[in-house]
């Protein structure tokens, strides 16, 4: 059965699997996954602001910085740099590579100059610069998005789209050293679990799995399906999963937003008791109360003063807490009761409901250890697992009932009294 790509101006080896780049874009999202990390001790060691410059560290070029001065909050926050660095490298040769399998002639070297131009302008070192590349990554990774509407299966622009991601990733880090805005922290955090969820997605699409469905099959002029599995699974439009998996990832993603939203206000637990808040249900939010808390608090690591929005915040995230744990669980759940035990959906399914789980005991025991670094690294870390196990799942079905979809519904034939009396003719 013949396969080929939706990349129609590619060459027709863009639709053969190629194991190394399968590796290369796993070992891509292995390494963002560790930069996040990396990420994660930096906010909660507070050593951000470590090193007050950038891009240079403490005047030194970042790679020539001494090792001997790699201690405390520096060690943290370097390293992160050096990392950063490092995941957009990857990147850029991940983004590369897609293009240059599924172009040809003046379109890949195109491609290809100007994502070594933005390398080369990322080594001038300038602020201005840096701007303006900012500003270019939003515009290319929108167009990106469009194209991808347009042709689903053409990875060269799902690895445009990392690209300006990290590009845009970099410079927001750098910002909010320069400009020395919480704000901007929120945003860097955010779109570094939506760049780490879509190095998996590059890593899904060019496994083998992920080759032999970039486009339609065909056979005999109808779509191929591998199995009655996933045919069910797909075909009905109302079927659970078209909404439910994105709903609930978005809702994912609401909750990290709200989780950088409280690490990057540098005030400490809000809320120092779980599962109860102050010992009550609701806490109550009333100046009094609120200075009454402030006063009580044995933190020596919070900067700033606890405040009604941030209690408001804490408990926000708790009942989003509950309600994703909830989405999961009924996914998993309605996966199961029809019948998809074996179908790599329903196993998804399960073990995103046991990554979300995990998720729920690791912020409860951030709470209850005090917001230790470490217990606070690994929350951020499932976090990021749990966002990228959602937009997969939302992904794969999505683009399953697009494929079901174009299966032509079987027509009923009308058979004439005189052919049904020969056929009954013959079975006498």
């Known amino acids: 059965m013949s396969r080929w790509t939706g990349a129609q101006t590619g060459p027709d080896r863009a639709s053969a699997f190629s194991p190394w780049l399968h590796r290369f874009a796993i070992f ?4 963002t996954l560790g930069l996040i990390i990396i ?11 470590a090193v007050p410059d950038w891009p240079n560290t403490y005047g030194y070029n970042m790679f020539a910085f001494p090792f001997s001065k790699w201690v405390g909050g520096v ?12 995941v957009g490298l990857l990147t850029a040769i991940l983004a590369l590579w897609l293009w240059v399998r599924e172009t040809r002639g003046k379109e890949r070297w195109l491609g290809v100059g100007t994502i070594v131009l933005v390398l080369g302008l990322m080594g001038v070192r300038a602020l201005p610069v840096y701007l ?3 500003c270019l990554a939003l515009v290319v990774g929108g167009f990106s998005l469009y194209q991808i509407k347009n ?5 060269r622009w799902w690895g445009a789209l990392a690209f300006a991601a990290v590009i845009l990733q970099g410079v927001l880090g ?10 901007i922290g929120i945003f860097h955090a955010a779109l570094a679990q939506l760049f780490f969820a879509l190095t998996c997605l590059i890593a899904l699409f060019t496994s083998r799995w992920g080759q032999e469905r970039r486009a339609p099959a065909l056979r005999d002029g109808d779509l191929a399906i591998e199995s009655r599995a996933e045919l069910e699974l797909c075909a009905p439009a109302q079927n659970v999963f078209v909404w439910l998996l994105p709903m609930t990832t978005l809702l994912i993603l609401m909750q990290l937003i709200l989780g950088a939203t ?6 400490g637990l809000a809320i120092p008791d779980f599962p109860l808040a102050y010992g009550k249900v609701w806490p109550p939010m009333d100046p009094a109360s609120v200075t009454q808390y402030n006063q009580q608090r044995h933190e020596i690591t919070a900067v700033n003063p606890i405040t009604a929005v941030q209690i408001g915040l804490q408990m926000a995230h ?9 989405a999961v669980a009924f996914c998993a759940w309605s996966a199961r009761r029809r019948g998809w035990g074996s179908h790599p959906v329903s196993k998804l399914t399960i073990s995103w409901l046991g990554v979300i789980l995990i998720q729920a005991l690791l912020g409860a025991a951030t709470i209850w250890s005090d917001k230790a670094a470490d217990v606070a690294t690994a929350h951020v870390m499932v976090g990021a697992l749990s966002l990228a196990l959602g937009l997969i799942l939302s992904i794969v079905v999505s683009r399953s009932l697009v494929w079901t979809r174009a299966v032509p519904a079987p027509e009923p034939q009308a058979v004439s009294p005189m052919t049904l009396a020969f056929q009954t003719g013959k079975t006498e």
């Open 318 to 326: 708790r009942l989003m807490a509950l309600l994703i744990c909830g």
């Open 151 to 155: 042709n689903f299966a053409a990875l």
């Open 75 to 86: 060690l943290y926050e370097h390293s992160h740099r050096l990392m950063a660095t490092f």
């Open 28 to 31: 891509t999202a292995i390494s």
């Open 262 to 267: 409280m690490r990057h206000q540098h005030a």
């Open 132 to 134: 303006i590349l900012a």
């Open 39 to 49: 990420g994660g001790l930096v906010t909660s060691h507070g050593a951000g602001m």
């Open 174 to 183: 750098g910002l909010r050293v320069v400009w020395l805005k919480d704000q």
